[in-house]
């Protein structure tokens, strides 16, 4: 790609942007959300068009005006933001736009046979025929990857392809790339995983505010040198946590169960304190928070609010307890990708904003104005669709949807999953200050430096049940995969 530029009305996204992919090359492309990366990659994907610039393939110059174009030529496309249609079932997503036929009707045996087949060669023993909808956020994931598999292409940009994949997932789909690798197959990896990109890719290049600031050789790079690509300074510093005189207790769970994912689980919550989870993937903590906040019903055990017990069997009832989640998967349960930024912000107090019949569109305004400027959302117009945001600034929409609000306690699942290093350090900033100024707050993650930097005590899960309550003090990576592996346990406490 030489000499790429693309503006959006006033915003110069790209300028004179130039990416050299090899044959049979990993390829890291790294930057902060809105550096540039998706946009670029949008344009090799044929989402967006480019104002100005060349697309060399295979030194001959191609144009790509739309996705099938893209694909035509052999560039496959896995987005982070998953697009496996739910009601379909696992080989017709794979097959979908490219449908197999017979005597003019769809050949439903040939797409099973060579789904199956493809994910034999990523070895995925599930059956093509499963349903979308049953399956969890790791294997839709995988049914992206398979899709780009079948289409056979030469170049795929993967765009945060780990984000939901389990550790063991991760080991499979980095064999699966090496293959590819070795197949001549060249793929551009975008991750803010800078672990996985050092394990796995070969050169990187690093855009800032539409430009490059840096290419090279993975080899001939450190971490801290690349963030400081990313960002135009070094993060390794960076202290976030303060202590905090915690105050009294104002959530008790005491033996909630919810077969099979969960069962016995006590815990307790004080004012103003960051509690963490953390465990392997499937270790019910997910489950668990969503029962507390009334989205699975049918659980057994008791939930104490500010020393009541109470019944949360909807997420209004919850709401009313003054209780928040921000889920992990942001664009299935997040947001509300067809509405603007300013209603995605006010979903959770439609009822303090309207009147009789209408909604004070003045007073939406007003509040949107004081979180935009309060957790410095990065967005032209309130009016803007909420999927022209970046990821971090989405996660921060979501995050003020719980502000404005007036929560007591914020559930964060997985909240910087799939974003930047500068935009984590702006979520650990903003935790830190809620906790200040008396929040509450969960930190659900499998990021155990994460919760390494926020975290008052981390709680650990394994098979549904907790192993662990590590206070802050004592607390670092090797006790916490301890416990969080089931190598270690201890009797729970409160």
């Known amino acids: 790609m030489m000499d790429v530029e693309k503006n959006f009305g006033s915003v110069e996204v790209l300028k004179n942007v130039n990416l050299k992919i090899k044959k049979g090359e990993i390829h890291a492309l790294l930057g902060e959300n809105g550096a540039g990366k998706s946009t670029l990659m949008n344009i090799l994907g044929g989402i967006v068009t480019k104002d100005k610039g060349r697309i060399i393939l295979n030194e001959r110059e191609v144009?790509?005006?739309?996705?099938?174009?893209?694909?035509?030529?052999?560039i496959g496309f896995i987005h982070q933001e998953l697009n496996v249609i739910n009601d379909l079932n696992i080989y017709e997503n794979m097959f979908l736009g490219r449908e197999v036929t017979k005597k003019g009707f769809l050949y439903k045996e040939a797409m099973y046979k060579r789904s199956k087949e493809i994910l034999?060669?990523?070895?995925?023993?599930?059956?093509?025929?499963?349903?979308a909808s049953s399956l969890d956020t790791s294997y839709k994931q995988i049914v992206e990857i398979g899709r780009v598999l079948l289409e056979d292409a030469r170049v795929i940009i993967m765009?945060?392809?780990?984000?939901?994949?389990?550790?063991?997932d991760i080991e499979k789909l980095f064999s699966i790339m090496k293959k590819l690798k070795n197949k001549g197959v060249s793929i551009i990896y975008i991750s803010h995983k800078l672990k996985e990109v050092f394990s796995i890719c070969d050169f990187y290049t690093v855009l800032r505010d539409g430009q490059i600031t840096g290419e090279g050789l993975i080899k001939d790079i450190d971490e801290e040198a690349i963030t400081k690509l990313m960002v135009g300074r070094s993060m390794a510093d960076v202290e976030f946590y303060k202590v905090r005189n915690l105050k009294?207790?104002?959530?008790?769970?005491?033996?909630?169960?919810?077969?099979?994912?969960?069962?016995?689980?006590?815990?307790s919550l004080r004012k103003g304190e960051i509690l963490g989870f953390t465990g392997l993937t499937g270790d019910g903590r997910s489950e668990l928070f969503q029962c507390i906040f009334g989205f699975r019903k049918g659980y057994s055990g008791k939930v104490f609010i500010n020393g009541n017990e109470k019944l949360i069997g909807s997420t209004s009832q919850a709401l009313k307890e003054k209780i928040g989640l921000v889920p992990k998967d942001r664009k299935e349960n997040g947001i509300v990708k067809d509405m603007t930024v300013k209603e995605n912000m006010s979903l959770a107090s439609l009822k303090k904003l309207c009147g009789k019949i209408f909604i004070n569109k003045d007073k939406e305004k007003e509040l949107f104005n004081v979180f935009k400027k309060s957790i410095n959302i990065k967005v032209e117009s309130m009016d803007n669709l909420i999927s022209n945001l970046s990821g971090g600034n989405q996660q921060k929409v979501i995050l003020a949807r719980w502000l404005q609000a007036e929560v007591d306690i914020l559930i964060l699942d997985n909240p910087t999953q799939g974003i930047d290093v500068c935009a984590k350090s702006e979520i650990y900033s903003i935790i830190m200050a809620l906790a200040e100024k008396g929040k509450s707050i969960v930190v659900l993650s499998s990021e155990i430096p994460e919760l390494l930097k926020v975290c008052d005590r981390i709680i650990t899960m394994f098979h549904g049940e907790i192993t662990g309550c590590i206070s802050r003090e004592s607390a670092n990576e090797e006790l916490i995969m301890q416990y969080s592996t089931g190598i270690r346990k201890e009797e729970p406490s409160l």
């Open 248 to 267: 009294d207790e104002v959530l008790r769970v005491e033996d909630l169960s919810y077969i099979p994912s969960f069962k016995n689980i006590s815990f």
């Open 120 to 131: 034999e060669s990523m070895d995925i023993g599930i059956d093509p025929a499963t349903e």
């Open 63 to 74: 144009e790509i005006n739309n996705p099938f174009q893209a694909k035509k030529l052999g």
């Open 159 to 168: 765009d945060e392809p780990t984000s939901s994949l389990t550790d063991k």
